[in-house]
Antibody, heavy 124, light 110 residues
Framework: QVTLKESGPVLVKPTETLTLTCTVS??????????VSWIRQPPGQALEWLAH???????SYSTSLKSRLTISKDTSKSQVVLTMTNMDPVDTATYYC????????????????WGQGTLVTVSS | QTVVTQEPSFSVSPGGTVTFTCGLS?????????PSWYHQTPGQAPRTLIY???TRSSGVPDRFSGSIFGNKAALTITGAQADDESDYYC??????????FGGGTKLTVL
């Protein structure tokens, strides 16, 4: 059974760095054509893709947030970590991690399993 | 920056058929964008419906289907049921590892 669980602070202050951890089970972060992505959703708004990392350590980031994001994985711990620097109240959102299948030809991939998400509030 | 467009809302009668679309602010959607579709009920995590334009995710009933309709990706629900009431999101693959979500379509079944 594939599961993903997000963990991290509930509240961060403006300008601080957010560190979120996605702990996976039911698959290995070293499995071919698999990876983990981070997606967020501000309250009442749409989903927004942030970043991903594949089993071969290939990484990609949202164009608009690239300068603030870093994604990494620890295969032995089955964990993927996302850091986002210089947090702002507009970054208040539920942050989801999801398993991705790929990359396939042309580099495409899709999300197949999702965590339940963790709400992060940015406020002083 | 390219924006992925979706209808903000739709309504359908129980048993009816509805088609949502997923377009681009500039240009046409083709299979080369590998469109995928997800649905989300309030307070819940998204769930995967369709990927690679028209491949149903495991366990998704065949009344959900994906296609390219004109210059957009499309999700069709036939025989709508009350528990289909949800937000529906499309995702387009833009290349170089980048995916973009649409703004979502809120479906009401009434």
């Amino acid at each position: 059974q594939v599961t993903l669980k997000e963990s991290g602070p509930v509240l961060v202050k403006p300008t601080e760095t957010l560190t979120l951890t996605c702990t996976v089970s039911g698959f290995s972060l070293s499995s071919a054509r698999m990876g983990v992505s981070w997606i967020r959703q501000p309250p009442g708004q749409a989903l927004e893709w942030l970043a991903h990392i594949f089993s071969n350590d290939e990484k990609s980031y949202s164009t608009s947030l690239k300068s603030r994001l870093t994604i990494s994985k620890d295969t032995s711990k089955s964990q993927v970590v996302l850091t986002m620097t210089n947090m702002d109240p507009v970054d208040t959102a539920t942050y989801y991690c999801a398993r991705i299948r790929g990359p396939y030809s042309d580099g495409w991939y899709y999300f197949d399993y999702w965590g339940q998400g963790t709400l992060v509030t940015v406020s002083s | 920056q390219t924006v992925v467009t979706q209808e903000p809302s739709f309504s359908v009668s129980p048993g009816g058929t509805v088609t949502f679309t997923c377009g681009l602010s500039s240009g046409s959607v083709s299979i080369s964008y590998y469109p995928s579709w997800y649905h989300q009920t309030p307070g819940q995590a998204p769930r995967t419906l369709i990927y690679n334009t028209n491949t149903r995710s495991s366990g998704v009933p065949d009344r959900f289907s994906g296609s390219i309709f004109g210059n957009k990706a499309a999700l069709t629900i036939t025989g709508a049921q009350a528990d289909d009431e949800s937000d529906y999101y499309c995702v387009l693959y833009m290349g170089s590892g980048v995916s973009v979500f649409g703004g979502g379509t809120k479906l009401t079944v009434l």
